[in-house]
C-alpha cells in the first residue's frame, strides 16, 4: 500500500510546478470552476491520506512536538475561518494558501514512503531550471502562442529593462523559490556517482535562480551558501576563502549594479522596491495599532497574502510572509510557526538531513520579503512533504 502511495505522492511532486500553467490553460476553454477543481485533483486524495494517516499512526507519532504544533495551527485555523475571516469560504481558501502546506508535512510524517519523491522533485526542478534557461532564447510571451493569458510566463515580469525567467511557474520568484531547496538537497547530497554530472545540474539551478532576478531569493541562496561553506566544508583554507568570496562577489556586484544606471534596476526593480517597503510598513502599522484579541488572534484566515489580489480590500499585501501571519493569525499563530519551523530544522539536522535543513533556512530567508509559502505551493507542498519523510523515524532516504 505504502508503496503505491509513494508513487502517487511522486506524481503530485512532479505535477505541482506545472498546475498553475495548467489552470491557465483549462480555464480559457472550460470555465473558471471546472478548471479548478481538474488542476487541483491532488487536494481531496492528500487531505483522505492524511486522515488514514492520523487513524494508522501510533502515539508516538501523534504525541511528537510536530504533531501538537501543526495541531495547535490547525485548531487556530478552524477557529480563525468559522469566527475571524470575512468569510467562512474566504477563510477555506486562506487556509488552503497559508497553511494546507502542512497536510503534505503530515502526510510525509505519518506514512513510511519510498525515496522516489526525493529523486523525482530533483528530476522535475532540474527540467524546470533548463526552461529557464531556454525560454530565453523563445519570444517574449510564448506562452501565449499556446492560448494562455497575456499575465503568466516569460516576457511579462521586468526587472528594469531585462526579462526575468518564469519557466512554468506562476512567475520569477516562484521560480526561484522552488529551485532553491533543489539546489541545496542536490549540493549536500552523497551522490558522487557521477560528479560531473551533479555540477552540470548544480550550475542549471543557480542560473535558472539567478535568472529570475529574485532579490529575496539570491538573499536566501546566500544565507544557504554562509551556511554550506561555514558548517560543512571542512578543509579550513577552502571554507574561509569560499566565504570571502562570496562575500566580496556579493558586495561588488551591489556596487557594480548600483553604480550602472541601466543594471541598478535589477536591484530596485522599478517601483517594486518602494512599494514593497510601503506595503511592510503599512501591515506593520496595522498589527501594532489592534486591540489585545487581533495582535493575539489576527484578523483572520484570508486576508492577506495572495489571497487579498483575489478578494480585494482598502491595503496592499504585506509583502512577507511573517507578516502575513501575524495579520492573519495574530502572535499565537505566529509563534506555533516558528516553533514548529524550529523544531523541524533541529531534527533534520539532528537526523543529518543536511540537504533539507539548509534548503529550509534559504527558503525561510527568502520568506522575509515575499509570502513565499503561500503564493507558491510547488515549492511548499514538496518541500514540506520531503520535511515530513525525512524526520520519519523510520525513514532515513533523505540524509545527506
Known amino acids: 500500500m505504502f508503496q503505491v502511495l509513494s508513487y502517487f505522492l511522486a506524481l503530485v511532486v512532479i505535477y505541482l510546478p506545472f498546475s498553475s500553467v495548467i489552470l491557465n490553460f483549462l480555464s480559457n476553454r472550460i470555465g473558471a470552476s471546472p478548471a479548478f477543481w481538474l488542476a487541483h485533483w491532488y487536494e481531496i486524495p492528500v487531505i483522505l491520506f492524511f486522515l488514514i494517516g492520523l487513524f494508522l499512526a501510533g502515539k508516538k ?34 487556509f488552503r494558501f497559508t497553511f494546507f502546506s ?58 528594469g529593462n531585462f526579462f526575468r525567467s518564469c519557466s512554468v511557474l506562476l512567475g520569477p520568484n516562484q521560480l526561484a523559490s522552488y529551485l532553491l531547496p533543489a539546489f541545496f538537497v542536490l549540493l549536500l547530497s552523497n ?62 556586484g551591489f556596487l557594480y549594479l548600483q553604480n550602472n544606471e541601466k543594471l541598478a534596476e535589477l536591484l530596485t526593480h522599478g517601483v517594486s522596491q518602494q512599494w514593497h517597503l510601503f506595503a511592510m510598513k503599512e501591515s506593520l502599522a496595522m498589527i501594532l495599532s489592534g486591540g489585545i484579541k487581533r495582535t493575539l488572534l489576527g484578523v483572520g484566515l484570508g486576508t492577506d497574502g495572495p489571497i487579498l489580489l483575489k478578494y480585494g480590500g482598502d491595503r496592499y499585501a504585506s509583502e512577507s510572509w511573517y507578516l502575513q501571519l501575524l495579520f492573519e493569525t495574530g502572535l499565537i499563530g505566529f509563534i506555533l510557526w516558528l516553533a514548529l519551523a524550529a523544531s523541524l530544522l533541529v531534527s533534520l539536522f539532528k537526523k543529518t538531513a543536511s540537504g533539507l535543513a539548509v534548503a529550509f533556512v534559504s527558503v525561510l530567508v527568502t520568506a ?4 513565499t509559502f503561500a503564493d507558491n505551493p510547488a515549492m511548499s507542498f514538496t518541500l514540506f512533504a520531503l520535511i515530513g519523510l525525512s524526520i520519519n523515524d523510520r525513514n532515513n532516504q533523505l540524509k545527506g
Open 61 to 94: 507519532k501523534l504525541l511528537s512536538v510536530y504533531a501538537i504544533f501543526i495541531s495547535g495551527i490547525i485548531v487556530l485555523s478552524i477557529y480563525s475561518v468559522l469566527f475571524l475571516s470575512p468569510s467562512v469560504s474566504q477563510g477555506i481558501e486562506g
Open 102 to 159: 502542512l497536510i503534505f508535512l503530515a502526510v510525509g510524517y505519518l506514512f513510511d514512503f519510498k525515496p522516489v519523491i526525493k529523486r523525482a522533485y530533483l528530476g522535475v526542478a532540474a527540467f524546470v531550471a533548463l526552461w529557464a534557461l531556454i525560454e530565453r532564447f523563445l519570444p517574449a510571451g510564448y506562452w501565449q502562442l499556446i492560448g494562455l493569458d497575456g499575465n503568466i510566463g516569460y516576457g511579462q515580469f521586468m526587472a
Open 191 to 252: 551522490y558522487n556517482q557521477n560528479r560531473a554530472l551533479k555540477a552540470a545540474v548544480l550550475a542549471i539551478l543557480l542560473a535558472g535562480i539567478i535568472l529570475s532576478f529574485s532579490r529575496s531569493a539570491i538573499l536566501g541562496l546566500a544565507a544557504g551558501l554562509i551556511i554550506y561553506f561555514f558548517f560543512f566544508v571542512k578543509n579550513n583554507f577552502i571554507k574561509y576563502t569560499s566565504l570571502a568570496f562570496v562575500f566580496v562577489l556579493f558586495i561588488a
Open 368 to 371: 522575509l520579503f515575499l509570502h
